[in-house]
Nanobody
Framework: QVQLVESGGGLAQAGGSLRLSCAAS????????MGWFRQAPGKEREFVAA????????DYRDSVKDRFTVSRDNAKNTVHLQMNSLKPEDTAVYYCAARPTFRVTPSRDYREYDHWGQGTQVTVSS
């Protein structure tokens, strides 16, 4: 059974930084791409960033490019999302997600992820 556990959320001021982490267990971590999604109250879940299985390919939604950085450490079965220059509109619950085994390329489509974490709240005050 695959488990994904996010941590690192919290309250930040606009312009500040937070680092989210996602710890994975239950299958070989390096065989699948990982993604980060977010959902704000009253809004649909949206893609934030994704990274290929070995970390060589990353993808970001336009609004977070140059502010967020996704990375992974396959030796530690973790994926991170470094969030800098935070804005109030970044406020949401952030979810870590894993693509199925051997789906190694990042995807923006949440339907292509088969395991999800419980989410971590990020709140950015103005």
């Amino acid at each position: 059974q695959v488990q994904l556990v996010e941590s690192g959320g919290g309250l930040a001021q606009a312009g500040g930084s937070l680092r989210l982490s996602c710890a994975a267990s239950g299958r070989t971590f390096s065989n699948n791409a990982m993604g980060w999604f977010r959902q704000a109250p009253g809004k649909e879940r949206e893609f934030v960033a994704a990274i290929s299985s070995r970390g060589g390919i990353t993808d970001y939604r336009d609004s977070v490019k140059d502010r967020f950085t996704v990375s992974r450490d396959n030796a530690k079965n973790t994926v991170h999302l470094q969030m800098n220059s935070l804005k109030p509109e970044d406020t949401a619950v952030y979810y870590c997600a894993a693509r199925p085994t051997f789906r190694v390329t990042p995807s923006r489509d949440y339907r292509e992820y088969d395991h999800w974490g419980q989410g971590t709240q990020v709140t950015v005050s103005s």
